[in-house]
């Protein structure tokens, strides 16, 4: 299975932005589809973002207009830039694949995102 390193998060303020890097290994990344997922303490794992293969992407509503997934193939490495945050964000992010609109069985360690003042 592909083996996943999240990296980038921190602590920011509310308006700030943050660039969370994903570094994929162990297949051919450039076939999959694969997302953004976040997790709140006591609340489930969410999807807020999805690239296809193709570089086609969609976005929760919660997302819209403030994060931008994107992916360099030649690095097999996917970006989630996260721009004007709100405490809301707060939460562990993970990527992984998007296998037949659910997440591939492996997950990585995600990485924190705090957002307050």
């Known amino acids: 299975q592909v083996q996943l390193v999240e990296s980038g998060g921190g602590l920011v303020q509310p308006g700030g932005s943050l660039r969370l890097s994903c570094a994929a290994s162990g297949s051919i990344f450039s076939v999959y589809a694969m997302g953004w997922y976040r997790q709140a303490p006591g609340k489930q794992r969410d999807l807020v973002a999805h690239i296809t293969s193709s570089g086609r992407t969609n976005y929760a509503d919660s997302v819209k207009g403030r994060f931008t997934i994107s992916r360099d193939n030649a690095k097999s490495t996917l970006y989630l830039q996260m721009n004007s945050l709100k405490p809301e964000d707060t939460a562990v992010y993970y990527c992984?694949?998007?296998?037949?609109?659910?997440?591939?069985?492996?997950w990585g360690q995600g990485t924190q995102v705090f957002v307050s003042s």
């Open positions: 992984n694949r998007v296998v037949g609109g659910k997440p591939g069985g492996s």
